[in-house]
Structure formats: structure tokens, C-alpha cells
């Protein structure tokens, strides 16, 4: 009989993930899961993507949700697994993405049995209190009665909160049956207070001698860049991104005056954002990675800030406010015509367009023209991103959409999640990565094959750990040695190229945008100590940051 006639645990999960935005589930199976995985792969509600190691489920699903909206969905074993997922569902939370962690588990009565459980840490709730720090929502489906209101409310939350949250399934519930999963609860808000909200920022503004409009993550999270863009070009104020929010508005008809980078930065620009009387930042993080290497500490006292559900405006505060309800609350009260233009904005710096000479070594610098050219001959490409210089590149990458962990700065990002873009949304990215971190995760392209993914790899192979050498050039630590990670490519399905010179580097990106059906990697041999212009500026900016007052 159908599962339509037959609802289990599993199959209403699935239908509940999928009516939240889930579109796919990416996991890797474990003893105490595999009743999960078993109905999971019966049932077909959801595709199932398995890879080879947990960051890599979890860096995937994450990159699914950031590029498509909508849940994350990885799923897990008891224990060994679970915790090997730790670190993404971190990186997740700090990054306001909302992942679900599916997590198998023991049953009731194993839970009994007086035994120690393999896979056990401490006790058999140490996985629990682990991934309590790092989710906004947890829920143990150990009573069918009771599942579906609790998959509703952790589900929800993850939504609401845009960040990750956590279910754990015992691996006698999969199969049994269950009712249907109440629908989702959009948010609701007090209209008063978003009205009087939005009156009093509307009139900084218009008593601001030079207002600058800078979207961050939570726009994008929260499936807002079309109001947002609206909502800039009715003020016709200036907008500017931030190192993490590099991609946001990039297919809205908005100008973008470029990214603040601080003293890493276009000077102009950075004066103008640090001596900004009234900067509507609408939904950024203020992280260092954001503003710590400003040339003029940035008063945010003066600023507008909304995020994680409250307003501040100098010591004014709206609480329990969500962006959404602020940016309508905005649109209601501004015509459709720009009130007036407040100050022009800055003309946005250019990008590289030339590369060096055809027998000329590669640098970084090449590497962003390379990618600027072939986006002028085959429109915009989608980027995913390690960290490392590799970021900084991408700095220098015109309008794009772009993925990558800038807050977290955690490493090993790049591959899985260029996988899950191109699962998620069905587009062919161009994955940037340092060598160091395509050893952490690099080998999960040996997975691209099975499900039909064929991403361009740029690997940047400076046998070093070169952005951390920038702090610290004595640590031989450093070093990584000589890997030929072209080499490794055929055995992993896929073609690889060796590019040590300019001319190289455009025929290879030439020949890897042509073919399909296999992942292509560019094995780009960079001199030790050659960075990007972006990381020079950037790491000489917090040496010059971090030194003691009159040393």
C-alpha cells in the first residue's frame, strides 16, 4: 500500500521537511540510522546525496540553504557521526543558516539495558547537550503521539531563527506510523511597533548628512534582496556590502558602490562608510571580519542596525522586530519614485581585467581577470569559496553570486559546498579553494559523479598554508609540501589541468567551461608568498592594527 495509506515517521518528516523548502537530504549512514536511511530511500520523499565524511554533509546542506533558502536537511549516526558534524552545524549557526540535523539514535530499549552504548561518549545525552549549544531547537522523536507537534516546532524554528536545529530519531521509530506534521507558522509581529520603528529610522535618515544603505546575510536568509533592492532604490541611497555579504543584490537591478574592506579596501569607499552619520545596516553581523580593520573605528552608536529580531538606533531599541516586518513597514511609507539623492554613490572600484603576459607565472590577481573575462563571454557563474586567499580573490570577482563561511572562517568549505549549490539550484559553480583546505574535504569530488554534479575546481597550490604564513612566516609549520592534485583527478572521475602560467590558466578555464559531465579542476601552481592585492592590504592593515600604541 501506498505511503499516502501508510504514513510512518519517516515519510511525515519528509513531507514536512520538503513543504519548508527542503529540497534534498545529504547524510551519511550508520547503524543507528540506517532504519532511517532505509525508509528514506523506500518512501523517495526526499533525494538522498551520501558523501564520504560528515563536515562535508554538513558544508553541503549548509550551501543548499544559503544558495536555494529554504532547510538544510543532513542526516546522521548516533555519536561518531553526529559529532564528526559538530563543527558545520557551528559554522551554521554563527552564519545564520537554518540546517537540520537528522540524527539517529538508540532505542528505548538499548537505552535500558544498563550496557555502554558504542558510539557513547560520556552518557547517552552527551551527543544532546553537545548540539544543544549550537542549535536554537532540539526534539527527541521517541513517541509518534507527540512527533509531529514537535517536528513542526523544531522545524519552525529553524525558519524563524534562520539557524540550525536538531532532531533525533531513535532507530526503532523510523517505520512506525504517524500523523501528518501541522503546517508551517509564518512569524507574526506588533504592525504598531514596526510602524513607529520605521517612522523614527526614516527620519535619521532624512536628517543625515551622508545615510549608506550595507545589506548583510540575514536579506539573503530571510529571502528578502527583491525588497531590499526596492527599498534602495526608494531612497536612493548608496549600498554597500561587507566581506561576507560580497554576492548579495548581485541579480537586482541595484547600482552597488562596492564591498568595505576597511584599510584592505577601496580607500574612497572606506572613508565614506567609517565617516557615515547614519549606516542602515539591515541584517550584518558586526563581526571583525566585517569592520575590525577600519582606518576610523566605525561609531555604531550612530548607526541603524537590525538584526537577530530587534532595531537599534543609538539607544533606542525595538524589540522582538523581525527584518521582514521592518523592511515592509518601510516600503509601506516611501513612494515608489526615489525620495530624493541624498549623495551620489562612489563609483565601484574596477575589477581586474588583465592578465599578465601568456608565459607570465599565475598570481591570485590573474586568476580573479581570468574569471571576470570568462563571465563577460558567458554571463555569471556562481562561486563557492574556501577560506584563505582564495576569498580575498574572489574580492576582486565582479558581480556574482557567492557562498562562503567569511565569519566562521572555518576551512574545508569550498568542495562540499559547490556540491550542494549545484545539487540545490541546479547550476554549474566555480569552487575556489587553497590546497590546504582541499585536503580536509577536496576528495568528496570523487562523489560528483554518482549524482550528476560536474563543478570547476580552482585549486590554489602554493604547498603552504599561506594565509596563516602572512601572520606568522618563521612556523615551517606551515608547509604542506608538493601534492599533484591534477594528478588525482582522473581517479576521482574527473579531468585535471596543470596551470603554472597566465596563458595556461585562460586556456584551462576555457577548456573545463566547455566540458561537461565531469568535474574539472585546475591545479594552479602558485610561487610561495605571492598573494592576492585584497590579502596584502588585508594583512598588513591588522598587523598595523594589532601593534601596541607607540611601539
Given at each position: 500500500?501506498?505511503?499516502?495509506?501508510?504514513?510512518?515517521?519517516?515519510?511525515?518528516?519528509?513531507?514536512?521537511?520538503r513543504a519548508r523548502g527542503a529540497a534534498e537530504v545529504f547524510g551519511i549512514p550508520g547503524d543507528f540510522a540506517l532504519p532511517f536511511f532505509r525508509e528514506m530511500e523506500r518512501s523517495g520523499g526526499l533525494p538522498l546525496i551520501t558523501l564520504s565524511h560528515e563536515p562535508a554533509v554538513g558544508f553541503a546542506?549548509?550551501?543548499?540553504?544559503?544558495?536555494?533558502?529554504?532547510?538544510?536537511?543532513?542526516?546522521?549516526?548516533?555519536?561518531?557521526?553526529?559529532?564528526?558534524?559538530?563543527?558545520?552545524?557551528?559554522?551554521?549557526?554563527?552564519?545564520?543558516?537554518?540546517?537540520?540535523?537528522?540524527?539517529?539514535?538508540?532505542?528505548?530499549?538499548?537505552?535500558?539495558?544498563?550496557?555502554?552504548?558504542?558510539?557513547?561518549?560520556?552518557?547517552?545525552?552527551?551527543?544532546?547537550?553537545?548540539?544543544?549549544?549550537?542549535?536554537?531547537?532540539?526534539?527527541?522523536?521517541?513517541?509518534?503521539?507527540?512527533?509531529?507537534?514537535?517536528?513542526?516546532?523544531?522545524?519552525?524554528?529553524?525558519?524563524?531563527?534562520?539557524?540550525?536545529?536538531?532532531?533525533?530519531?531513535?532507530?526503532?521509530?523510523?517505520?512506525?506510523?504517524?500523523?501528518?506534521?501541522?503546517?508551517?507558522?509564518?512569524?507574526?509581529?506588533?504592525?504598531?511597533?514596526?510602524?513607529?520603528?520605521?517612522?523614527?529610522?526614516l527620519a535619521r535618515l532624512r536628517a543625515a548628512r551622508d545615510p549608506l544603505l550595507v545589506p548583510g546575510v540575514e536579506v539573503r536568509r530571510y529571502g528578502l534582496e527583491a525588497k531590499v533592492a526596492e527599498l534602495a532604490r526608494r531612497l536612493a541611497l548608496p549600498v554597500v556590502t561587507t566581506f561576507m555579504?560580497?554576492?548579495?543584490?548581485?541579480?537586482?537591478?541595484?547600482?552597488?558602490?562596492?564591498?568595505?574592506?576597511?584599510?584592505?579596501?577601496?580607500?574612497?569607499?572606506?572613508?565614506r562608510v567609517e565617516d557615515s552619520d547614519a549606516l542602515l545596516l539591515l541584517g550584518a553581523i558586526v563581526s571583525d571580519t566585517n569592520f575590525a580593520v577600519s582606518g576610523q573605528r566605525i561609531d555604531f552608536r550612530r548607526a541603524i542596525h537590525a538584526y537577530d529580531g530587534a532595531v537599534h538606533m543609538g539607544?533606542?531599541?525595538?524589540?522582538?522586530?523581525?527584518?521582514?516586518?521592518?523592511?515592509?513597514?518601510?516600503?509601506?511609507?516611501?513612494?515608489?519614485?526615489?525620495?530624493?539623492?541624498?549623495?551620489?554613490?562612489?563609483?565601484?572600484?574596477?575589477?581586474?581585467?588583465?592578465?599578465?603576459?601568456?608565459?607570465?607565472?599565475?598570481?591570485?590577481?590573474?586568476?580573479?581577470?581570468?574569471?571576470?573575462?570568462?563571465?563577460?563571454?558567458?554571463?555569471?557563474?556562481?562561486?563557492?569559496?574556501?577560506?584563505?586567499?582564495?576569498?580575498?580573490?574572489?574580492?576582486?570577482?565582479?558581480?556574482?553570486?557567492?557562498?562562503?563561511?567569511?565569519?566562521?572562517?572555518?576551512?574545508?568549505?569550498?568542495?562540499?559546498?559547490?556540491?550542494?549549490?549545484?545539487?540545490?539550484?541546479?547550476?554549474?559553480?566555480?569552487?575556489?579553494?587553497?590546497?590546504?583546505?582541499?585536503?580536509?574535504?577536496?576528495?568528496?569530488?570523487?562523489?560528483?559523479?554518482?549524482?550528476?554534479?560536474?563543478?570547476?575546481?580552482?585549486?590554489?597550490?602554493?604547498?603552504?598554508?599561506?594565509?596563516?604564513?602572512?601572520?606568522?612566516?618563521?612556523?615551517?609549520?606551515?608547509?604542506?609540501?608538493?601534492?599533484?592534485?591534477?594528478?588525482?583527478?582522473?581517479?576521482?572521475?574527473?579531468?585535471?589541468?596543470?596551470?603554472?602560467?597566465?596563458?595556461?590558466?585562460?586556456?584551462?578555464?576555457?577548456?573545463?567551461?566547455?566540458?561537461?559531465?565531469?568535474?574539472?579542476?585546475?591545479?594552479?601552481?602558485?610561487?610561495?608568498?605571492?598573494?592576492?592585492?585584497?590579502?596584502?592590504?588585508?594583512?598588513?592593515?591588522?598587523?598595523?592594527?594589532?601593534?601596541?600604541?607607540?611601539?
Amino acid at each position: 500500500m501506498s505511503d499516502a495509506l501508510n504514513p510512518t515517521l519517516t515519510t511525515q518528516l519528509l513531507a514536512a521537511l520538503r513543504a519548508r523548502g527542503a529540497a534534498e537530504v545529504f547524510g551519511i549512514p550508520g547503524d543507528f540510522a540506517l532504519p532511517f536511511f532505509r525508509e528514506m530511500e523506500r518512501s523517495g520523499g526526499l533525494p538522498l546525496i551520501t558523501l564520504s565524511h560528515e563536515p562535508a554533509v554538513g558544508f553541503a546542506a549548509d550551501a543548499a540553504a544559503r544558495a536555494r533558502g529554504g532547510l538544510g536537511v543532513a542526516a546522521v549516526t548516533y555519536g561518531a557521526g553526529a559529532i564528526n558534524l559538530l563543527n558545520p552545524v557551528a559554522c551554521a549557526f554563527a552564519e545564520r543558516i537554518p540546517l537540520v540535523v537528522l540524527s539517529g539514535a538508540p532505542a528505548a530499549h538499548e537505552a535500558r539495558s544498563g550496557l555502554m552504548l558504542h558510539h557513547q561518549v560520556k552518557t547517552l545525552d552527551t551527543q544532546w547537550r553537545l548540539f544543544e549549544e549550537v542549535t536554537v531547537a532540539q526534539a527527541r522523536l521517541d513517541d509518534p503521539t507527540r512527533a509531529p507537534q514537535e517536528m513542526a516546532r523544531v522545524l519552525d524554528a529553524a525558519l524563524h531563527h534562520q539557524r540550525p536545529v536538531y532532531l533525533e530519531i531513535p532507530r526503532d521509530m523510523p517505520a512506525r506510523p504517524c500523523g501528518p506534521v501541522p503546517a508551517f507558522q509564518p512569524q507574526t509581529w506588533d504592525a504598531d511597533r514596526a510602524a513607529a520603528c520605521a517612522d523614527e529610522l526614516l527620519a535619521r535618515l532624512r536628517a543625515a548628512r551622508d545615510p549608506l544603505l550595507v545589506p548583510g546575510v540575514e536579506v539573503r536568509r530571510y529571502g528578502l534582496e527583491a525588497k531590499v533592492a526596492e527599498l534602495a532604490r526608494r531612497l536612493a541611497l548608496p549600498v554597500v556590502t561587507t566581506f561576507m555579504s560580497r554576492g548579495l543584490l548581485v541579480e537586482e537591478d541595484v547600482p552597488l558602490a562596492g564591498t568595505y574592506l576597511g584599510l584592505a579596501g577601496d580607500p574612497a569607499l572606506s572613508a565614506r562608510v567609517e565617516d557615515s552619520d547614519a549606516l542602515l545596516l539591515l541584517g550584518a553581523i558586526v563581526s571583525d571580519t566585517n569592520f575590525a580593520v577600519s582606518g576610523q573605528r566605525i561609531d555604531f552608536r550612530r548607526a541603524i542596525h537590525a538584526y537577530d529580531g530587534a532595531v537599534h538606533m543609538g539607544h533606542a531599541v525595538y524589540p522582538e522586530l523581525p527584518l521582514a516586518a521592518l523592511v515592509e513597514a518601510l516600503l509601506d511609507r516611501l513612494p515608489r519614485q526615489a525620495e530624493r539623492r541624498v549623495n551620489p554613490p562612489p563609483a565601484p572600484p574596477a575589477v581586474p581585467e588583465t592578465l599578465g603576459a601568456p608565459q607570465d607565472p599565475v598570481k591570485p590577481h590573474d586568476i580573479a581577470a581570468a574569471l571576470n573575462q570568462l563571465m563577460r563571454l558567458h554571463g555569471a557563474i556562481p562561486l563557492a569559496s574556501d577560506m584563505g586567499d582564495c576569498l580575498f580573490t574572489a574580492m576582486d570577482v565582479e558581480r556574482t553570486p557567492l557562498l562562503a563561511p567569511g565569519y566562521y572562517a572555518t576551512m574545508g568549505y569550498g568542495v562540499p559546498a559547490g556540491l550542494g549549490l549545484q545539487a540545490a539550484t541546479g547550476q554549474r559553480p566555480i569552487v575556489l579553494v587553497g590546497d590546504g583546505a582541499f585536503q580536509m574535504t577536496g576528495w568528496e569530488l570523487g562523489n560528483a559523479r554518482r549524482f550528476g554534479l560536474d563543478p570547476i575546481v580552482l585549486v590554489f597550490n602554493n604547498a603552504s598554508w599561506e594565509m596563516l604564513r602572512t601572520f606568522m612566516p618563521e612556523g615551517k609549520f606551515n608547509d604542506l609540501g608538493e601534492w599533484d592534485y591534477a594528478g588525482m583527478a582522473a581517479g576521482m572521475g574527473g579531468d585535471g589541468h596543470v596551470v603554472r602560467t597566465c596563458g595556461e590558466l585562460q586556456a584551462a578555464l576555457a577548456l573545463a567551461h566547455a566540458t561537461r559531465g565531469r568535474f574539472q579542476l585546475l591545479d594552479i601552481r602558485l610561487a610561495p608568498g605571492v598573494l592576492s592585492p585584497t590579502l596584502q592590504r588585508f594583512v598588513s592593515a591588522v598587523k598595523r592594527l594589532s601593534m601596541p600604541s607607540g611601539s
